[in-house]
């Protein structure tokens, strides 16, 4: 069955480059210096990589940083702590919002 | 530090493309100019036998209770004899479990004089076998560096890989060794410890590594060591097995040869070792043992070798060797 999500399309990514060279060569060499050791390790970024592939949903980069994760040494647990962490935060946008319902509600209520 | 487009988004970009096979192993040396040959051998490793407690779903050579393959005391007096006519500097002392030969003490005892260092690979779990702690005296006695299977800092993790109840046992294992003084400071006994993944992924950076197992270990458990070595899975054997079962072997064969790295070359174990199975046979390394594919290519006994092989000599090559020259290779 045909899906608008193919594994395969992840391998194609470089292609994108050819629509804009220059924009590409200067996100991928932005991709790089970002997850380069840093003041933050490569593991740690790994990781909060994961949560936000997570948070956006993203199975491109659900499937990467999942590997990557795994090759930095973080386990399972670690791994699931960090989509709490990202269903938390999630969760908490959603919830914090209802202070302007409630501001809102209140305003038109007698 | 610049990227292209496969690396962005991580690794598992170039992965997904499960049609692709890898490019063979002698093509990608060709196209970097490149060759395996051996250099000055300097190192024996001695495989005692396919026996083992363990059945770890990783092993390249299938050990286990089941495999009876071990060495005999005849071809031991063989293998030593060729150490004491070839001047390695190092014995490396591997299995299965080397722990399970019962002539183990024995090797020990006879090839120790023979090389400025023995190391002994150990799971841990067999050494915790022994009714007496005789192997572990002969070891400190003979200054025996010994390296250990530790996958993981997680329980989970080493239990997958190796078997349910092993990372207590390992640990348990680890507390004893220092103990008796291995991994502490000053008192000449050398352990270090081997992790491997616990799946269809690479390793993570041996320095990483090593500070994390080094701090985790020390803060869960007050246990030291020297080093951490981190080596890649080899696709042969129950792994390779596994990762056919489990849909990973074309992703991971994909992933091992998109992270060669022509610097692993000059620094290949198999370049400076010569490796004897149980039965007495020489091969390269103990992956072309898995294979059975001989050293240089000819099928020669211990007893038949005149001293170490020859600088210049080819060594057999196939798409394994990509493991040992993924990232930053296999020492």
């Avoid at chain 2, 997904?16 to 890898?22: D, G, K, Y």
């Avoid at chain 2, 024996?44 to 050990?63: D, K, P, S, T």
């Avoid at chain 2, 022509?262 to 199975?277: A, E, F, H, K, Y």
């Avoid at chain 2, 007893?303 to 000599?313: H, K, Q, R």
């Amino acid at each position: 069955m045909e899906t608008y999500y193919d594994p395969a399309d992840l391998a194609r990514f470089a292609e994108i480059s050819e629509g804009a060279p220059e924009l590409a060569k200067k996100f991928f060499e932005y991709y790089g210096a970002v997850f380069a050791e840093g003041e933050l390790t490569e593991r740690e970024k790994a990781l909060i990589a994961l949560a936000v592939a997570h948070a956006i949903q993203c199975p491109y980069c659900i499937d990467a940083y999942t590997q990557t994760c795994l090759e930095k040494g973080v386990s399972i647990e670690e791994m699931t702590e960090a989509v709490h962490v990202s269903c938390a935060i999630r969760g908490g946008a959603s919830l914090v919002h209802g202070t302007q319902m409630r501001k809102i509600a209140k305003k038109l209520s007698m | 530090m610049a990227v292209d487009a496969h690396s962005a988004v991580g690794p598992a970009i170039d992965n997904s493309c499960l049609e692709c096979r890898p490019e063979p192993f002698f093509k990608t040396l060709a196209r970097h100019g490149l060759e395996i040959k051996r250099d000055r051998t300097d190192t024996l490793q001695i495989n005692v036998g396919f026996y083992c407690n363990q059945v770890c779903r990783h092993c390249h050579l299938e050990a286990g209770p089941g495999r009876l393959e071990i060495m005999d005391l005849h071809t031991m007096n063989d293998v030593v004899a060729y150490a004491g006519r070839s001047g390695f500097q190092t014995v490396d002392i591997t299995g299965g479990a080397p722990e399970m030969n019962p002539h183990i003490e024995y090797l020990i005892e006879d090839i120790a004089p023979l090389a400025g260092r023995i190391m002994l690979r150990s799971n841990l779990t067999a050494l915790g076998n022994k009714q007496t702690d005789d192997l572990i005296k002969l070891c400190c006695r003979h200054r025996v560096v010994i390296v250990a299977s530790l996958p993981s800092v997680k329980t989970s993790q080493t239990d997958s890989q190796r078997g349910k109840g092993v990372m207590d046992a390992s640990i348990a294992m680890l507390r004893k060794l220092n103990n008796f003084g291995y991994g502490q400071a000053g008192t000449g006994l050398e352990l270090n410890l081997v992790s491997s993944p616990s799946g269809a992924f690479l390793t993570a950076s041996q320095a990483q590594s090593e500070k994390r197992f080094r701090d985790d270990l020390e803060r869960k458990y007050g246990l030291v060591f020297n080093n951490l070595f981190t080596f890649a899975n080899v696709p042969l054997g129950r792994f390779r097995s596994w990762l056919q079962e489990s849909g990973n072997l074309d992703r991971y064969e994909q992933r091992l040869a998109e992270s060669f790295n022509p610097c692993t070359i000059q620094g290949l174990m198999c370049r400076t070792l010569v490796s004897v199975s149980w039965d007495g046979y020489l091969f390269d390394c103990d992956f072309n043992l898995a294979l059975r594919a001989y050293l240089g290519g000819l099928k020669k006994h211990v007893s038949e070798m005149e001293g170490a092989p020859e600088a210049e000599t080819r060594i057999p090559i196939g798409d394994h060797c990509y493991a040992c020259t993924a990232g930053a290779g296999f020492t």
